[in-house]
Every structure is written in structure tokens, then in C-alpha cells.
């Protein structure tokens, strides 16, 4: 089946099903909407229908404390038909957000930056998912649906956010600018998007682009913040002018700030700051925020190689950290994660994550129900369940994180020529497991492990000395020839081993071998050896063998590369 037509039937069986529950069950959407782990007092929809009553009867929507969402959402949703009267229009405009976040999440990994970024290269990146199976499950994912149903801005918040990953993974800086505004005038957290996201967008376009036409990182960087400021300015200022005053600042932006607001939500923030002091609430709103906004830096200079999983890791981040969390952000999360498929062999606590996730989603709405409604709990009963909530995502970018290579394997080409050489001293020869070959390594089954091992292994037990490859080296045969040289001597041929006291002749062999390696060193992978057959003067000569081909020295260049404390995705 032609790959339109399977996006076509994905999104329809997609848009199909959130038509059916909104039409079989019209009063699930209200359920939903009184939920706190969906709604916010920035994001619910019930507060927005308030706001848009007093702006379309001539009253400050901000007035009363109860709206605490952008202006410029007033006169969009004013253009709607009433919602009591006529409420499928809305229901198909939150339908049809859904079906473009899923459409911008699958660009995004169409331009495979998930697995082949500027300046880094996944190993497995043969095992990553297709664009249309990230977009299957972002569309069915049962906090996207449940979020959708909600009605809440955060699901436009998320549209927007998605637009910016996608456009600044394409290399378009102009609408990528352009969308992260939006997400940041409606929602704030994602202007903290802003710096990984630039790295992105440059490194995709620097890809794009001419070898005479890249732009310098420094005018690159400068020119677009400048777009960024003007375009959130703009905004503000539109506002301005619809309001007719500056008010709205305070009503939206101080409320993410100041948090006046500790109705109870999926988060840490409101448990904490009713408990909290008076005299202690602006030392420690100081240090949340310095907390949350703290990982932007670090991981984006850290993990600098992989800018996209830096987003992605953010997001997870901010889903538990962030003031006012919901569902929605927790959702967009773990629609991103399998990006990164072609790493899940890696991590050790994805079962864990699930599980809690699963528990935690059955047992919050009962302990909710428990505290408020039926009177037999307190708030520690929701809260703990929250803790519980917000381990899992925050979990994941932890697992990932542990991910790092070891520091030996930054490898020398001395060091790749002794493992070679190990293999023609196992006394029998290994059994190989090629199923876990081609989990660990990245191929695609066994078969094309066994495949690609074939030419490796011929190979391991070529001559090094002619670069040769014998069609009758094993193990054994290779131990006999080494018995059969002149340099060889063997004081236990019953247990096949070196001698423990080397001989003089190895001795010399030792020395020239060391005087060859620092004469001869360079930065081409060469590899300096002694022939036992060549002597100049009874004196053991030197030989430069060049052994490695092209395959080897991919290999080579890509291990002396890595960063052993990078996250080796």
C-alpha cells in the first residue's frame, strides 16, 4: 500500500474515532473538562468559556481571577459558533489540532535527526520506527485522546510546540521563530525550548545548505533571538491593543511565575507552596523555577551533538517540573519517545515506567475522588499518587542518560589489532549468539548479523604479515604456525600458552616494535610489525603494514570520536 494512502487511512481512522466519542458520548467531553489531571487554571477550557462571556459583553475577561489564558485566544474562539448551542464546530477545530500535531511529529521524524544529526550518527539507526508509526502513536495514545476530549489550550500549545520541532528540524528558521512565539505567548515554558531548538534548526540547515552559502553561527544565533523578541513584542502588543491595557500581563504570565493559583494538579508545585510559609514563598518560587530552567543549559551544551534528543528530553522535564502539569505535557512526551526506539534494547527501567505510569493512572482519579467527594482521604492521598505520576516520565531521560560508553571504548588501531589477534588464540571456537549480535550492534535480525560477521571473521584470521587472507586459518592452525616460526618458542605445549619468562629473541622483537611505533607515528591508521622472515644485518627489520580497509577505519574514526560520557543513542 502506497505510503499516502496509509497516512490517509491512519488520520481517518483517527479523526473517525474522536468524532464517534464525541458524538456516542456527548457528556464525556464535560466529565473531562472538570478533571484536574487534564485542566489547569491555565489551560481549562471551562475558564476560557468564562473569559470569552465577559469579552464578548464588553467586561474585562480578567476580571474576577478566574481567566488566566492569553488575549489574542478570545477572539479566535469568539468566531466559534456557542458551544451549549452548536458544540461539534469546536469539537472538529480540537479533532482537526490533533490530526497537525500528528502530521508535524511525523516530519519530524521523516527528516530522521532523531538517528543522523550534523555532527552525530547513531550506530542502531537502522532500527528506528517509521514517521507513520510515531504518528499511530501519538493519534491513539489515550492522554492524547482523553486531552483532546478535555478540550484544553494545551492541546494548541502542544500544535504549536510540534510545529517549531518539525520547521527547525527541516532547517526553517522563519517558522520555526515563528511557532515557538506562539507556544511561548500562550504557555510560557516553551520559550525555555528556545536554545536547543536553535541549535537544531542550525545544524539542519547547515546540512541543507551550499558549502559556500552556511551561515555563521554567531549571526545565526543573534539574528534569530532578535526575530524571537520582536515576534513575542508584537504579540504582547497586539494584546495591548485588544485589551486596552496591560493587565493581562499579570493575569497570565504572573500566574506561571507567582503561582497565586494552588488549585491541585498532576504536579509538585501546589502541594509544596500550600504548605510553604509566607516569608519562605519567593525564596523557593526562585529556586523551582532556577530548577526547571536550570537543565536548559546543561543539557544543551552537554549533549550539544544531539540537539533534537535534548528537546525531547526537556519535555519529559517539564512534564513533571513545570507549574501547572497536565496530562497534555506528559502525552507529548511519551508520543516522542519512539523517536528513539532504536535505543529501547539499551535501557534497563522502560517495564518499570509503564507500570508506574499504569498504576498511577488507574489510582489518581481514585484517591482524587477519595479527598474531595467522598470525604475519607486527604490531600497526601492525591499527592502521593502524583509523585508516582511524575516518576515515570522523569525516568526515561534518566535511563538514557546512563546510557554512556564506557570510556574504553575509545579505541586505538594498536587496540583493534590486538582484539583481532585474540581470536586466533581461543582453543576452540566461540559459539556466537547472533540474536544479541544484532540487538547490541544494530542490525535488522540474526541473519544479517551472521551475514556481516562472515567477512569479519575471514578477516581476524587473515595474515597480518602479507595482508592475505588464508583460507585455512583456524584457532589451531594459526597456533601451529606460530609454533613453526622462528620467534616462537612454546615451555608448555600441553596448556598452549606463551611462556611466562619471554626469550631474547622477544625481547628484541618488544624493543623494535616500540622504537618502529614512535618513529613511524602518525595519524593514519598504520599499524608497524615485525616479520620474522625479514632480518637486515641478523637484525630483526621493521615493517609498516597498512591492513585496515575503508569498513575498519569508519569503525575507528567513529569510536575515537565518541564522547564517553555522551549518551550513546
Known sequence: MPLDTQKALLFGIAAALRLFLFVAFPSL?????????????????KRLQEGLYLYTHNVSPYDGGVFHQAP?????????????????????????????????????????????????????????????????????????????????????????LLTAIASAARGRPFTFVLAISLASYLSLYPLLLFPP???????????????????????????????????????????????GSWEFISSTYGVHLLLPDLTPNVGLWWY??????????????????????????????????????????????FAVFMPYPSIAETGLFLSMIPLYTHVFPLTRYVFLACATLLY????????????????SGNANFFYAITLLTDLAP????????????????????????????????????????????????????????SACWGPIKKKLMGQVGDGKTSSTSTPSSARSKRKGSSSYTDDNDDDDEFPSTPTPKAKKAKKAISSARVKGHSSSPAVHEISDNEKVGGKLAVKRVDKFDDEQLDTMNYFNTLDPDEPFI
Request: hydrophobic share 50%; aromatic share 14%; glycine share 6%.
Open 29 to 45: 467531553p464535560n466529565l473531562l473538562t472538570d478533571r484536574v489531571e487534564i485542566s489547569t487554571p491555565v489551560t481549562s477550557f
Open 272 to 317: 509544596f507552596f500550600i504548605e510553604m510559609f509566607d516569608s519562605f514563598r519567593e525564596f523557593f518560587l526562585g529556586v523551582f523555577w532556577l530548577h526547571m530552567s536550570a537543565y536548559v543549559g546543561g543539557l544543551t551544551f552537554r549533549i550539544r551533538r544531539q540537539p533534537l534528543f535534548v528537546v525531547v528530553a526537556l519535555l519529559g522535564i
Open 72 to 160: 489574542l485566544l478570545l477572539p479566535l474562539f469568539s468566531l466559534l459558533p456557542d458551544i451549549y448551542s452548536f458544540p461539534l464546530a469546536t469539537n472538529l477545530v480540537y479533532i482537526a489540532v490533533d490530526l497537525l500535531s500528528a502530521n508535524a511529529l511525523m516530519q519530524v521524524a521523516e527528516t530522521g535527526e532523531n538517528v543522523s544529526a550534523r555532527l552525530f550518527t547513531s550506530p542502531r539507526k537502522g532500527m528506528h520506527w517509521s514517521g507513520l508509526a510515531i504518528a499511530a502513536g501519538y493519534l491513539f495514545n489515550p492522554f492524547i485522546i482523553a486531552t483532546m476530549l478535555g478540550r484544553p489550550t494545551s492541546t494548541i500549545t502542544s500544535l504549536l
Open 360 to 375: 498511577a493512572s488507574f489510582l489518581g482519579p481514585a484517591f482524587y475522588h477519595l479527598w474531595i467527594y467522598a470525604g
Open 394 to 449: 522523569h525516568s526515561t531521560p534518566n535511563d538514557v542518560f546512563e546510557m554512556a560508553p564506557p570510556k574504553s571504548a575509545t579505541l586505538s588501531p594498536r587496540d583493534l589489532e590486538v582484539a583481532g589477534k585474540i581470536w586466533l588464540c581461543f582453543k576452540t571456537e566461540p559459539q556466537i549468539d547472533y540474536q544479541k549480535l544484532a540487538q547490541v550492534a544494530g542490525f535488522k535480525n540474526a541473519a544479517s548479523a
Open 197 to 243: 531548538l536553535l541549535l537544531l534548526c542550525y545544524d539542519a540547515e547547515t546540512r541543507r545548505a551550499k558549502p559556500n552559502a552556511v551561515s555563521n553561527p554567531l549571526t545565526f544565533t543573534v539574528f534569530h533571538t532578535v526575530d524571537l523578541v520582536f515576534t513575542i513584542g508584537s504579540l504582547l502588543f497586539l494584546s495591548r491593543m485588544l485589551m
